[in-house]
């Protein structure tokens, strides 16, 4: 399991030190990434958790999936990034947020937003979902923040760059795309509930 350390709040679900490996390819404005998120959120989050059959064995890790033939793509992702960045707990809920509210950041939406714009809406997003006492919406929107340079990009770009790169020599093309320890689980889809997860962790735990 390959993560930098900045990233370790892409764990959603069960503990570093797990010995099994889910890779989720999610991309937040694609509709079955939504789909298969809810179903994450629902059963293996518990399943995973403190008092989950499989705590300790399974951990669960959100890899962004830029699909760059949806124009909003780089925003919403980079907005996921610096959630992690300023408040690591606030990220899967602010995951789970922004796939319920997609529609905001398809395409036509967001044809007549400029980029800044965008970013706008996401940090409100963020607002609702991360602790006030933490003052960190500021912070989100200074890492969305355009650098000095012409095309030097924001202060997450670098995360973001890295979580393409991971999936790039990965071969993962479509969204979503599910890894069980390092290979593609094909048969791993949006549709599946608590049963097909069950059946297919019952199967695969080895430890």
């Not at 780089?74 to 606030?90: D, I, M």
């Not at 967001?110 to 933490?134: C, D, F, H, M, Y």
Request: charged share 15%.
């Amino acid at each position: 399991m390959a993560l930098q350390p900045s990233l370790r709040p892409l764990i959603i679900a069960g503990t570093f030190e797990a010995p099994h490996t889910l890779d989720i390819f999610l991309d937040y404005v694609c509709p079955f990434s939504a789909k298969l998120a809810l179903a994450i959120d629902s059963v293996l989050v518990p399943l995973l958790g403190q008092n989950g059959k499989y705590h300790g064995k399974v951990k669960a890790i959100f890899r962004p999936q830029v699909q760059p033939w949806h124009a909003s793509s780089t925003f919403v992702h980079e907005a996921g990034l610096a959630v992690a960045r300023v408040s690591p707990a606030s990220f899967w809920p602010f995951s789970l947020a922004l796939f319920k509210r997609q529609g905001e950041y398809f395409d036509i939406p967001t044809s007549t937003l400029t980029p800044l714009q965008i970013r706008e809406k996401l940090a409100a997003l963020a607002g609702e979902v991360i602790p006030p006492n933490l003052n960190a919406v500021a912070g989100f929107s200074d890492l969305l923040a355009l650098k000095g340079s012409p095309n030097g990009g924001t202060a997450v770009t670098d995360d973001l760059k890295y979580t393409i790169k991971f999936s790039r020599q990965n071969g993962i093309h479509v969204s979503p795309t599910v890894l069980w320890d390092g290979l593609i689980a094909n048969e791993i889809s949006s549709s599946w509930g608590e049963k097909e997860w069950t059946e297919f962790l019952e199967a695969k735990v080895a430890v």
